[in-house]
């Protein structure tokens, strides 16, 4: 457990449903206060990466550690089961479609897993909740329902949601696709903000604005594979490899 | 218009006076009607779940014998089911079984069927990822289950739990072919001496749809509300 070990590290996993292989060895980790933007044409497996590391799929190959203890393998023996439940909400997640949950307010949302989770007195939940709540702007929601909710609020209840649990790293997963632009804005105002407060994060988008000004590495997968990564703006300044710039051409009239 | 049968339609003379006459006697039928329903829902709910939880056992037996029961019971007609548990069950255990609890046992076998799949489809309206957002945060199974996935699917449920006790309502009046005392026996009874059957079961009729309209019309209504959120 070296002080060096990446907070969390992806150990050449391969990932196969069936018949069909979504992930080919595929090794990245992530230090703390590291942005990793994942980017890559849909299906080229980012999405299984990423719940390979929220353990939400288990590999088919490789394993997955945090801070240098297996979490995650095939057929996982008693000791990585429980290394994996020990360390389950320091790894939070930001869907697609939000999940909030529909029959509780967005306070309950909010002080759920700490309460049964971590065993938080309440009124320190809500006194947690309700500055995260603050946090992402969103103070007036306090009692309302997710379904009176706007996507891209729901989407910033789902961040506080996820940030209540204070994780160590926080993964999402295309978590602006399912809205409309003027939605978005709001949603990478927020993600942006984590991200100059130094949280580590694991960014699976579309969003290459987002990527390339706020992410401290960007990696490109295609086919299951990591094709290329490089620091931040040197992806998308300097692709190195045929199928990135074919990647990047489709952007370059946004 | 007016061809013999019509103009005798219109000479008939009607007797309303012999239904409010027994007027106490019909409506402690349609209590013993609405009690009968009443007991049966609470037991097929019980007994939904049973077979629901059969239906979904990791035993393959188990399994089987859930899906069995939910097949037989789905595939043969309600009133050859009362028949069979009134006259059959008493010859193969050997013990007299009222006409009562006969009704009961027959009614509640048959919603149970039905209510198992209610409880499914109720679960499986969950969507995955409101379960995954429970497990990513920490919760255990029991307690995403119990948290998450059991309010909503209850709330998905209730609609269609009360439009089985409508069913079970109508239903239970099947009862009068073994002599069970609710309402629908006691019409016959009071029209074989009354020799009014067409006052009689049409007031009874209109009871069954002043009962059963209403509360159809709250469900359709409630299902209506539950698909806005």
Redesign the interface.
């Known amino acids: 457990m070296s002080s060096t070990a990446p907070l969390i590290l992806a150990d050449g996993i391969t990932k196969r449903f069936g018949a069909n292989q979504v992930l080919t060895r595929v090794s990245l980790d992530v230090s703390e206060r590291d942005v990793v933007c994942v980017v890559g044409p849909s299906g080229s497996g980012k999405t299984t990466l990423l719940r390979c590391l929220a353990l939400l799929e288990e590999p088919s190959e490789g394993r997955v550690v945090m801070q240098g203890v297996p979490i995650s393998t095939p057929a996982p023996n008693k000791q990585v089961k429980a290394a994996g439940r020990a360390v389950r909400s320091d790894i939070g997640m930001v869907f697609q479609h939000f999940n909030l949950w529909p029959h509780m307010s967005v306070l309950q949302n909010l002080i759920e897993a700490p309460i049964r989770v971590k065993k938080m007195p309440r009124d320190e939940a809500v006194a947690i909740a309700e500055a995260l709540l603050k946090k992402v702007d969103l103070s007036d929601k306090r009692d309302a329902y997710p379904a009176r909710l706007s996507g891209g609020q729901q989407q910033r209840v789902a961040i506080a949601r996820a940030l209540a649990m204070s994780p160590k790293v926080l993964l999402f997963d295309e978590a602006t696709s399912a809205l409309d632009p003027e939605l978005r804005r709001e949603v990478l105002a927020v993600m942006r903000q984590l991200a100059r407060e130094g949280m580590t994060m694991l960014v699976v988008t579309h969003e290459m604005g987002f990527a390339r000004h706020v992410g401290t590495r960007t990696v490109f997968m295609d086919r299951g594979e990591i094709v290329e990564a490089a620091p931040g703006a040197a992806f998308f300044d300097a692709p190195q490899t045929e199928r990135a710039k074919r990647f990047l051409q489709q952007f370059e009239d946004e | 218009m007016g061809n013999k049968r019509d103009l005798s339609m219109f000479k008939y003379q009607f007797r309303w006076d012999t239904v409010w006459g027994s007027f106490d006697f019909l409506m402690g039928g349609l209590q013993m009607t609405l009690v009968i329903s009443a007991i049966t829902l609470v037991l097929a709910m019980l007994g939904g779940l049973i077979i629901a939880l059969l239906d979904m056992s990791r035993f393959r037996v188990l399994r089987w014998i859930g899906i069995s029961i939910g097949e037989v019971v789905r595939n043969t007609p309600i009133l050859v089911q009362l028949l069979w548990v009134y006259y059959v069950l008493p010859i193969v255990f050997g013990v007299r079984i009222e006409a009562l609890v006969a009704l009961i046992i027959g009614l509640a076998l048959y919603q149970a069927s039905f209510i198992s799949e209610v409880y499914r489809s109720g679960i499986q309206s969950v ?1 995955k ?2 379960r ?8 255990t199974p029991f ?1 995403s289950f119990n ?2 996935v059991l ?2 699917a209850i ?1 998905m449920t209730l609609p269609p739990l009360a439009s089985n006790f409508v069913q079970l309502i109508k239903f239970s009046s099947l009862g009068a072919v073994i002599s069970v005392s609710e309402i629908t026996r006691r019409g016959m009874e009071l029209s074989a001496t009354n020799f009014r059957p067409l006052e009689t079961f049409t007031f009874i009729a209109v009871v069954y749809f002043f009962i059963c309209w209403p509360l159809a019309m709250a469900i359709r209504f409630w299902e209506r509300r539950l698909q806005a ?1």
């Open positions: 969507p990822g409101h995954e957002a429970a497990q990513v945060l920490g919760l307690q948290r998450i309010p909503q709330r959120r």
